[in-house]
């Protein structure tokens, strides 16, 4: 069955600096990858999504790469600020014929001021 | 516009109690998507439904769980008989599903949390 992974439970990094959350997957060939952001209590909101013929995606101090080589998506997050302090869910599509999304267990981002 | 509406944003049952759970997608959307998240665990599939069909449960559980998306009103997901370990958050989402290619983005609800004691 497929398997998705997020490199780290937890990441801490300075503002201003850029943060680089991973994502890997196995046993598949997504269609698409997605990015979503969830905040203590609340439910995932969406921020990316990017196909599997798309290299790289960017909306605003966002960007995201997919290599389906290596079987990866990495999500990054410039000048980053306090306010980007969340858990950050990496999802992929389901396999042919489901439509559900599997989610990774996520990346907790804290910005330190 | 509003966004995907989930009620009762808490919920507090007793082992062996019935708990429903409610959800009202986005206007114009017609699937829905039921979700879990136990604690320090990802979010996991439920069930997939468009209205009075469902299209995907591969992973409800086969017993006490089940869900519908009538004709008219929310989309409601039922747990019989819970037990303590149906504690979790409860997720629901919506998309304009076109098919697997064009899958539109799911919109997520703020979740039920769901408390059994």
């Known amino acids: 069955s497929q398997k998705i992974e997020q490199n780290s439970e937890a990441l801490n990094i300075q503002e201003g600096k850029t943060a680089t959350l991973t994502c890997n997957y196995t046993n598949y060939s997504p269609a698409y990858l997605q990015w979503y952001r969830q905040d203590p209590g609340r439910g995932p909101v969406f921020l990316l999504l990017i196909r599997e013929n798309e290299k790289e995606k960017r909306k605003e101090r966002l960007k995201v790469t997919f290599d389906t080589t290596l079987k990866q998506s990495l999500f990054h997050i410039t000048a980053s600020q306090p306010a980007d302090s969340a858990t950050y869910l990496c999802?992929?599509?389901?396999?042919?014929?489901?439509?559900?999304?599997?989610f990774g267990k996520g990346t907790k981002l804290s910005v330190i001021p | 516009n509003a966004g995907v509406m989930q009620n009762p944003r808490h919920l507090v049952r007793r082992r062996g109690q019935e708990a429903r759970l409610r959800c009202s997608p986005m206007?114009?959307?017609?699937?829905v998507y039921w979700y879990r998240q136990l604690p320090e665990e990802g979010l996991k599939f439920m069930v997939y439904l468009q209205k009075e069909n469902i299209i995907d449960e591969s992973g409800m559980p086969k017993e006490r769980f089940s869900a519908e998306f009538p004709k008219e009103g929310p989309s409601i997901l039922r747990i019989q008989q819970v037990v303590r370990g149906d504690s979790a958050a409860y997720f629901c989402?919506?998309?304009?599903?076109?098919?697997?290619?064009?899958?539109?983005?799911?919109?997520f609800g703020p979740g039920t949390r769901l408390l059994v004691l």
């Open positions: 206007k114009g959307h017609s699937h």
């Open positions: 989402a919506s998309s304009q599903r076109l098919d697997r290619l064009t899958q539109e983005t799911q919109y």
């Open positions: 999802a992929l599509d389901g396999q042919a014929g489901s439509y559900q999304l599997t």
